[in-house]
């Protein structure tokens, strides 16, 4: 399967702890994007990377969040000290992105965060 | 924030009929995209169309665009039971002339009884 992965696709945490997801993007994709959806609304942006720079980040990321893209391929998200607000499902996706904005962003499945 | 506003919410018909699911927004664009996503799924890109295209074609879809009402819509014909999904509308900022990340709306929920 050449497309996004995801790791892991649940996972279940207490308030407090810390958790890290991985994203795989396609080979050949320089861009790498994050976004978080809650139920019933559509994704909201997160931060995204050019090769290993992280070009923009949300003022939805607090300081509670970091990612990372060592050497431009797979990228982590880590969540520090967990608040049962940061339930949702975390998605990746990854694009082409040297010619000018017309690149189609592709997903992987999401991780989905469940904090108790 | 999101820019995106869907229309309907919620949408049901019948096989065999055509969905048509509206998106307005607020800035000006380099492109707009559509996805659709199943029930807890991730998105499947359905369509890009860039700020100078008026009309794309895919398929089953027909997409337009009107920047000067800064609307989109998405035609599905002959909708098909698994064609039941949520679906959204993203844009792509023209302040980033790189291009960037995407806001999403709210999204159409479409339901296709067979």
């Known amino acids: 399967d050449t497309g996004v992965s995801q790791n892991p696709r649940h996972k279940i945490t207490k308030r407090g702890q810390n958790v890290t997801f991985r994203c795989d993007p396609i080979?050949?994709?320089?861009?790498l994007y994050w976004y978080r959806q809650t139920l019933g609304q559509g994704p909201e942006f997160l931060t995204y990377?050019?090769?290993?720079?992280?070009?923009?980040k949300s003022r939805l990321l607090s300081d509670r969040f970091s990612a990372e893209r060592p050497k431009g391929s797979f990228s982590t998200l880590e969540i520090q000290r967990t608040e049962q607000g940061d339930s949702a499902m975390y998605l990746c996706?990854?694009?082409?992105?040297?010619?000018?904005?017309?690149?189609?962003?592709?997903f992987g499945p999401g991780t989905r965060l469940t904090v108790t | 924030s999101q820019q995106g506003e869907e229309d309907p919410q919620a949408l049901s018909i019948q096989e065999g009929e055509n969905a048509t699911m509206n998106c307005s927004y607020k800035?000006?664009?380099?492109?707009l995209q559509w996805y659709r996503q199943n029930s807890g799924r991730g998105l499947v890109h359905l369509i890009l169309i860039r700020s100078n295209e008026r009309e794309k074609h895919s398929g089953r879809l027909r997409v337009t665009l009107d920047t000067s009402k800064k609307s989109s819509s998405l035609l599905i014909t002959a909708s098909r039971a698994a064609d039941t999904a949520s679906y959204f509308c993203a844009t792509d900022e023209a302040l980033y002339n790189q291009g960037g990340k995407l806001i999403f709306g709210q999204g159409t929920e479409l339901s296709v009884k067979p």
């Open positions: 080979s050949e994709h320089n861009r």
């Open positions: 996706a990854s694009s082409l992105g040297t010619g000018g904005p017309y690149y189609e962003q592709y």
């Open positions: 990377f050019q090769n290993e720079a992280q070009l923009e």
């Open positions: 800035t000006s664009i380099n492109n």
